[in-house]
């Protein structure tokens, strides 16, 4: 049996910042797979984060290095507010529950400031993007997890 981590957004869950889903037709399609079982999480729901919610982002330079100095890869709200202790608590739920299920892999959503996965947001707000991973996708691989974006299925 095959067991993916899978952002409750991709499978419909209207679970994003914005109160919708972001329904990923491959992901569903793992669904199908009777061998495949999909273990749905949102990191930003889990670290105890409303729904809906300000938008955030990780603070990032194009180049990936982080913005903040004082706190690298911190996460901001839209607002200003400092969410990264949130995130960060999302994340290890997160991971801990991949590590209790023994994940394949997980397969979250691209761009997100908590799954995005090589490219993320920079958090200037703007809608520029740059390298770097986001707070779960970063936990997960540091704990030896594969990982994939839905835009790399």
Request: contains cysteine; charged residues 30%; glycine residues 10%.
């Amino acid at each position: 049996m095959k067991k993916i981590l899978v952002s409750a957004c991709l499978l419909g869950y209207e679970c994003r910042y914005d109160a919708k889903s972001k329904t990923c037709p491959k992901v569903l399609a793992l669904a199908e797979d009777k061998d495949t079982v999909l273990i749905p999480v949102c990191p930003e729901q889990l670290g105890g984060l409303p729904t809906p919610r300000v938008p955030s982002e990780r603070q990032r330079t194009k180049d990936g290095e982080t913005r903040s100095i004082t706190r690298p890869g911190a996460v901001l709200a839209k607002d200003g507010k400092d969410v990264t202790a949130n995130y960060r608590k999302g994340a290890e739920i997160a991971t801990e529950i991949a590590r209790l299920n023994d994940i394949d892999m997980a397969v979250l959503k691209a761009g997100s400031p908590s799954c995005g996965k090589d490219i993320i947001y920079d958090g200037s707000f703007t809608g520029a993007k740059a390298k770097g991973d986001g707070v779960t996708t970063e936990m997960l691989k540091q704990a030896g997890f594969k990982v994939l974006s839905d835009e790399e299925l």
